[in-house]
């Protein structure tokens, strides 16, 4: 009964990280499966997956898809999906990284993405 207990502790140690997403508009989610971003994000065909953030933006700073959001098994990312006014990174530490369109970007818990007027942070949630 012992060695049973032991090993489900284990297996609560691998869970992988949870992550939430905090919007500068100060709507928060939690980060639960890829998340396309944008004032009237297109959910692709192939891809009924992903979970939609839908951004109210009078000027069009946001493109209708912007970017998507997800964690895989090598942690979080973001992709720029083509977006007008682009997609920066701004790691913990400061470093900014300008994401490419449809380039897979890493970051970690901490950082910061601007895209148009909007700003999100992502953080580990507990």
């Excluded at 971003?37 to 109210?56: A, T």
């Excluded at 007008?84 to 490419?100: E, K, Y």
Aim: hydrophobic share 35%; with cysteine.
């Amino acid at each position: 009964m012992t060695h049973d207990a032991h090993l489900s502790v284990i297996s609560d140690t691998t869970q992988p990280m949870r992550y939430a997403m905090t919007f500068s508009d100060g709507n928060r989610y939690a980060l639960t499966a890829p998340t396309l971003v944008g004032r009237n994000p297109h959910l692709p065909e192939e891809d009924n997956n992903c979970n939609l953030v839908v951004l109210s933006d009078p000027l069009r700073t946001v493109s209708k898809t912007h970017m998507l959001i997800g964690v895989d098994a090598a942690g979080p990312y973001v992709v720029d999906k083509h977006s007008t006014n682009g997609t920066v990174v701004t790691l913990p530490d400061g470093q900014q990284i300008i994401c490419a369109a449809d380039q897979k970007v890493r970051f970690t818990a901490g950082t910061t993405i601007l895209f148009g007027q909007f700003s999100v942070k992502i953080e580990l949630q507990y």
